[in-house]
């Protein structure tokens, strides 16, 4: 018999825009009552990829008396684009969306950031509910209202902070999520271990079976505790004045690989190479222990996920990291560790600090690394 949900809340900038993250199986009944009693309208936004599920949401809200409208984006990161979010916007205003209509996002963390941006746009904010299908979409991309779409130049380099209404994470969704995508979800919930929750990282270390297995307990556990993480730290610090940078440890080189391989590395993937350089950086500056970063590379690794990255690509990752939201001028700032679940900034005005620690994870251009995940 399926377990009851797992609610989590997090604190809104006042009281009204507080919303729950639900976990739990077989949630997508409880989306009427999360949209709220005002809402006439429904956009769904979902993939070509994600049409059943879409049309089952939409079948849902039909059925609550709800006037559904569909719009079909394309898949992944192809969906966060300047000319998508304004098919969406064409779609809202042919529909005559008001402010007391709202958007369901129903896909993966490509999908719910596009269609939170689109949220936080028309008609300068209406609500948005996101039922996240991915591993990472629930752990991550759904929760906290970071929104973006990428440009030319860099990844999320456009976007606000929207946070959503509420987040349904129905783990049925796993149930057809490929294996690489789950294990790509597994590289954010591995940094929630670094980060702040080590017993993480003990439970995917006793379990490599369970953790892939989407249906596992484990798994529940590892996304109940991976939104524990984040909504603590949302619930602090929306807007990233502080303390929410943390959740950026292994971006700033991550981010860099995603647009130096054009978008065809899983978002995960890159953020498990940014992760072992974050930690190599770490220890390269004195502050992480041996036994900390040698642990990022070795669970990272025991995933099958990848942790290291060409060493003829240096001069563009560089470029791309200058770009990092984190940048202040010329400085570049990285998120290190003091220790474990000790997370602090590290400001580096010297380049060849960061080319020594990326030494340390430098592969031959042809070896090394997994392009299938
Ligand atoms: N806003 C945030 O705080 C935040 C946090 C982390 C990541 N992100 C963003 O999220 C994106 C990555 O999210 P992602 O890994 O979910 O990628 P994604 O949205 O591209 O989804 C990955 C793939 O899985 C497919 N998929 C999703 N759910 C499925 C299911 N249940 N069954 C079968 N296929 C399914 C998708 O169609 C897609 O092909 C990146 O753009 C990243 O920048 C945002
Ligand atoms: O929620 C956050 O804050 C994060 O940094 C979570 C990251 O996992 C996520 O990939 C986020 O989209 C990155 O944000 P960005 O500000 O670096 O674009
Ligand atoms: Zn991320």
């Known amino acids: 018999m399926a377990s ?4 989590i809340p997090v604190t809104g900038e006042s009281p009204a825009s507080n919303y729950d993250v639900v976990i739990g199986n077989g949630l997508l009944d409880r989306l009427p009552a999360m949209l709220g009693e005002r809402v006439r309208r429904v956009l769904v936004i979902h993939p070509r990829a994600l049409r059943a599920t879409g049309d089952t949401v939409r079948d849902e ?11 079909e984006i394309p898949d992944a990161e192809e969906g966060k684009h300047i000319q998508v979010a304004s098919f969406c916007w064409q779609v809202l205003g042919q529909n005559d969306f008001t402010r007391s ?13 596009l269609a939170g941006f689109v949220a936080a746009t028309w008609l300068r904010g209406i609500k948005v509910v996101h039922i996240p299908t991915s591993l990472l979409g629930m752990v991550d991309a759904a929760v906290g209202g970071k929104t973006a779409i990428n440009t030319a130049e860099g990844k999320n380099l456009v976007g606000s902070f929207h946070p959503p209404a509420g987040v349904l994470a129905d ?4 149930a057809t999520l490929p294996k690489n995508e789950l294990l790509s979800g597994m590289a954010e919930v591995i940094k929630c271990g670094f980060i702040a929750d080590p017993a993480i990282l003990d439970l995917v270390e006793r379990n490599p079976e369970a953790v892939g297995d989407g249906a596992s307990d ?7 505790r991976s939104v524990a993480v984040k909504a603590e730290i949302v619930s602090a610090d929306l807007r990233e004045a502080g303390r929410r940078e943390f959740l950026n440890y292994g971006h700033t080189l991550g981010h860099s690989i995603e647009l130096a391989e054009r978008y ?32 990022h590379k070795s669970i990272l690794e025991s995933l099958g996920l990848p942790v290291t990255y060409r060493k003829d690509r240096w001069s ?34 010297d380049t060849s600090l960061l080319f020594a620690a990326y030494q340390e994870i430098a592969s031959e251009p042809q070896g090394g690394i997994r392009l299938s995940l």
């Open 264 to 295: 065809q590395w899983r978002h995960g993937a890159a953020v498990s190479v940014g992760l072992v350089f974050a930690a190599e950086l770490g220890r390269t500056v004195g502050r992480l222990d041996d036994a900390t970063a040698d642990r």
């Open 171 to 174: 783990l049925d969704a796993l």
């Open 4 to 7: 009851d949900p797992t609610v």
């Open 218 to 224: 484990v798994v529940r556990e590892l996304v109940e």
């Open 316 to 349: 563009a990752l560089l470029d791309g990291m200058r770009r990092d939201k984190k940048s202040r001028g010329d400085l570049l700032r990285f998120v290190v560790l003091d220790g474990l679940a000790k997370p602090s900034m590290l400001e580096v005005p």
């Open 61 to 71: 809200l039909a059925a609550a008396g709800l006037t559904a409208v569909t719009a």
């Open 101 to 113: 209509d709202a958007i369901v996002a129903v896909g993966g963390g490509a999908v719910t950031d």
